[in-house]
Structure formats: C-alpha cells, structure tokens
C-alpha cells in the first residue's frame, strides 16, 4: 500500500504517528520492536503503574516514562497508545484515552464483556479516534492466503468447519497463579485463544449465528506468586468445547466445531480444517511457541489427496524476528497508521473486537458450564 497520508489543518502529513505504550509485558517485548521497525510509527513513551518496572523498561529502550496514566494522556506530543495490559483494567485505560482524543491500539480481550466495548465504539465516533484490535492471525500470511482462496470461491459452500486448538502453556499446576486464573480479571482460554479463534472464523466464513458451549477448569486451584504464599482457587476456564452455526454473506448456514485448550499436555497447537462443496482446505501448525514459524497450508479437490501449497511470495512480512509474534503485530500496526494518516476507519476494529466477544459472553452463561444461545431460527 502507498504511505499513508491525511489532511491536518489543509495540510498532508506522511510523519510517523507518535505512539505510547501502556503495558511492559506484551507490550515491550513485541509492540515496542514492531512500533521501531515500523515506516509509519514511532514509539515515544512507556508506561507501567510500578516504577521500578518502568524505569528498567524506560533504561533499556531509552525512552520517557510515566507511572500516572492521566499524565501520559495530557503530553500532546502522544498522538496514540497501544494498550496492552492485562485486560482488568484495559476498558476504563481506553475509554480515559478515547476522551483525551488518543487514537488506540487494544490487546484483546479488549474489555470483560461485549458491552463495553460497544460503549468505546460509540465514544471513538465521537471523538473521531481510530481504534485498532490485535487481531492478528488476520496479518499472518498463510491465514491471509486462505482468507484469498476462500474469498476466489476455491472452496465452494463452506459445508463444516474444524478448529482445534490445544496447548499446553498452563499444563504444569505450579505455574504460579495471577489474573488468569479469574474470570473477572479477563483471565480464561476463551479470552487468550477464543476471541482470536471466533474473529478468525468470522472473518474467514461468516457471523456467528448459533453457540452452544461446554467450558470446564482442569486445574482448579494454583500455588500464590512467592515462598510460602500459600494456593489460591482458579475459577477460570482452561477447556473450552464449542458447537457453534456460521452464517455466509450467500445464506449458507456452516457448522464448526471449536476445541480449545491451555492444559493439554502435547497438544498439537493449531489447526484449522474448512470442508467445502468444492476443495478442502486446511492449515496447521504443531509449533506451540511461535504462530508464525511452522504453519503449512493444504488443499485438496474432490478425489484428490490433501497437497502442501507454496507459500505466496505477495504476502510475505518483509522482515521476521526471532519471536515470531512480532512481524504479524507489527503489520497490524501498519495498517492502524495508515487508517489513521488517512483518517478512516481500522480493520480490524472494534465492531470485530463485539462480534468476537459477544461469543465469549454467551459461552459463559448459563450455569454448570454450560450455555446456549440462538440468534435467530
């Protein structure tokens, strides 16, 4: 795409948008690499509610600090923030943004339920922010190069759906406990795998038309950060087992079968399978550590055998990094500078961030586990 560009007072501005990053997990370790790299972006300040953290962070980067977030959002000179929190406190940190006229890069979940989210929709209108979501299997080539063949036609009437997606970054019950080990902290593997899995199969087929859950915690308690601290319960949800119907923009009603995991000791990472009246298509990968380095893409025609499909030169990030995670969050921040430049809406947004969360919400309903919803006959 060519340099994004907008009109500020009559005039064009190609500049790098001047970004903030507020969080020094995620955020350090790959938004700020991809916000350095980036043509279109450059990351000016930190911030962290501890200042200890923050000035080691603040050394190692050499760039300014803030502990006190009102403070960071009065610096004129911080066009934008990227958000990258746990997500507890990550809808009242957007909203304050959105009212200091801040646009916004948002780690999902972007907030604890769908209508929070719909509250910083309306509120971005009216202060004219562009809000980016970290979507950002939808930046990663091969999902990229699938969305293409299904949007050619390759696959036909999408007729079933398969997404498996089983880790086992929580399998060790001493992993020490921390918010996501809470429901109300935003912790669980439907906020971790499931809004980036219901996003991906909204974007690749369709809106979710129907959702039954089945969600269940393995390990129900883990020991407390520190010596002799003790063990605190998990309420939160490391099985999510998931039926769900998917509506085409041609009125096909597609099922999908959704499994995820965090605790599945060898689990076998991510797979995607789309069965279609035309092709089949899947694309998977084993490599637990990095969703960039190890994905593979087959296809099959009727009566054919699944065949390996190179790789689309087109797509291709123009640079990777050792962590894979970084090159598809630093497109997506390409993407958000430029709606921004050109002052447009982002894709993905937050209406994709609802639609997304909406599936989160209605998998937690209902009682013993279990829930069920149906938008319409």
């Known amino acids: 795409m060519s340099p994004a560009l907008s009109t500020l007072g009559g005039r064009r501005s190609s500049q790098p948008v001047r970004v903030a990053v507020a969080g020094l997990g995620f955020g350090e370790t790959v938004h700020l690499p991809a916000l350095r790299s980036g043509l279109l972006t450059e990351p000016v300040a930190l911030w962290h509610p501890r200042a200890e953290r923050l000035e080691q962070a603040c050394h190692r980067a050499e760039l300014p600090g803030h502990t006190d977030f009102d403070a960071l959002l009065g610096d004129p000179q911080i066009e934008a923030v990227v958000i990258a929190t746990p997500p507890g406190p990550r809808f009242d940190m957007a909203r304050r943004a959105l009212l200091a006229g801040k646009h916004l890069l948002l780690e999902k979940p972007v907030a604890l339920e769908a209508a929070q989210i719909e509250e910083l929709q309306r509120l971005a209108l009216r202060q004219r922010c562009c809000v980016a979501v970290d979507f950002e299997y939808r930046a990663v080539p091969l999902f990229q190069q699938m969305a293409a063949l299904i949007a050619e036609g390759v696959l036909g009437d999408p007729w079933l759906v ?25 912790g669980g593997v439907l906020g971790a795998l499931g809004t980036h899995a219901f996003d991906t199969l909204h974007w690749l087929v369709g809106p979710t038309r129907s959702l039954r859950a089945q969600l269940s915690t393995a390990i129900t308690e883990r020991p407390l950060p520190g010596p002799g601290e003790g063990r605190a319960a998990v309420d939160a949800e490391d099985i999510a087992l998931l039926q769900m119907v998917l509506g085409t923009a041609s009125g096909v009603r597609t099922p999908a079968q959704v499994t995820l995991a965090s605790v599945t000791r060898q689990g076998r990472g991510y797979w995607i399978e789309l069965y279609g009246s035309e092709a089949t298509l899947v694309l998977g990968s084993s490599n637990q550590s990095d969703y960039v380095h190890g994905f593979q893409l087959w296809m099959a025609r009727p009566g054919e055998a699944l065949r390996p499909l190179p790789a689309d030169p087109s797509l291709a990030f123009a640079r990777t990094w050792e962590d894979g995670r970084v090159a598809p969050v630093q497109r997506i921040q390409q993407w958000w500078a430029e709606a921004i430049r050109e002052g447009r809406p982002m894709l993905p947004g937050l209406a994709e961030a609802v639609a997304s969360q909406r599936c989160c919400d209605w998998a937690r309903q209902g009682t013993s586990g279990e829930a069920s919803l149906a938008l319409d006959p």
């Open 162 to 186: 398969k997404l498996d997606w089983l880790m086992s970054s929580r399998a060790d019950g001493q992993r020490p406990w921390t918010w996501y080990s809470q429901v109300e902290q935003g």
